[in-house]
């Protein structure tokens, strides 16, 4: 009796240091945010790679499970040993992984950078006729009202200089040769840094889609070792949907996305809308965040339409606007579904709670991450109102004024 007392008295000293190193820990990461900052920073850079090829696992991971599992179904007509199978089923997932990948990165080196590139080499020659062409739009526009057209044209006028000197300060190489030299040496450092990462992620990448399903096996023994049946089975279930989650939304946004770029820019090759493969990436890549992404797209690839033609710039943000009526109403439903589950008021809170911490990758992770949340936050409060005998019908406390604490019924 008394040893189990004094065992009884060990566990609650070990819970509460261990409750009190916690409490420490937590008061420490405040009060040393930045130093936390700058270390996980430096830990990114250290798992750079590993990073790089577990996102590319996770992405190309529906295209190695097809393929390793129709190899599998039609060789295993021809070939009985169960290991030769498998060996051959995983070779020809891993090369049609890489060779999806390789396709996907020649696209867009060799069709989409040119044209990206030349783009921008045109904006930049043409901004003092570009800036000449508007001045005289803004002329017309008010002539009727000479007192707003002084104004605009100044106010204009100054942004067009600022504009000219900041291309000029990059372009001339005379008087700013240092900065020029120390820019050049971080940005060529960086894209080898960059590469040699890349590549490695690659080679990480190929491991994990070949010893996923023997990492999750081990991750799941590990739950099963640590806690009780029920609670490990719940674990399970609930990572599970974690991942459905994440999976579902991101790679259905990328489709999404990839869809809207591609009409963005067979609609605007009809059109003859200027600059149209690089409004194209723009529009399809901010598409994939949420919410803000076609505002975000929007503005910048109007700037650029109104230094060409200001006469097509309404065509065009009508244009968009119709795009994004398409998406949000029928392609975007249709790809996604209620792969969230979460009202607009959350997908809106997610984005900007998510983004003000880790920027616009918050804003792209943001909807699945909070959806996550919101799901396991509403299975655990119905699962105590369930102790308690209560409804867990969010409707029945609407207009409640309180819980008849003998009978449990509901007064309004």
Known sequence: MKEHKFREYICWGVTALLVIITCIGAALMFIRWQAVCGILRYLGQILAPITYGAVLAYLLAPVYNRVFKWVDRHVGVHIKPLKMRKAIAKTMATLSSLLVLTLVITGLIWLILPRVLESIKGIVN????????IALW????????????????????QGVEQLVSWVQSTTDLIPNIEKVITSVYTSVMGAVSLIKNVLIGIIVMLYLLNIKDVLAAQAKKIIYSLFSLPVANEAVRKWRYIHSVFGGFIIGKLVDS?????????????????YTVLI?????????????????????SALLVLLADPKKCLWFLLSILVIQQLDGNIIGPKILGDSTGISSFWVLFSILFFGGLMGPLGMIIGVPAFAVIYRLTSEWVNKQLKKKELSTVTNDYGALDHIDEEKKTYVR
């Open 138 to 157: 803004i002329e017309t526009l008010f002539a009727d009202y000479p007192d707003i057209e002084a104004t605009v044209l100044k106010v204009y006028n």
């Open 258 to 274: 990839l869809i809207i770029g591609i009409l963005t820019f067979i609609w605007l090759s009809i059109i003859e809308m200027p």
């Open 280 to 300: 194209s990436v723009i529009v399809g890549v901010t598409n994939i965040i949420p919410f803000f992404g076609p505002f975000i797209g929007a503005v910048p």
């Open 126 to 133: 043409s901004i003092p006729s570009s800036a000449a062409r």
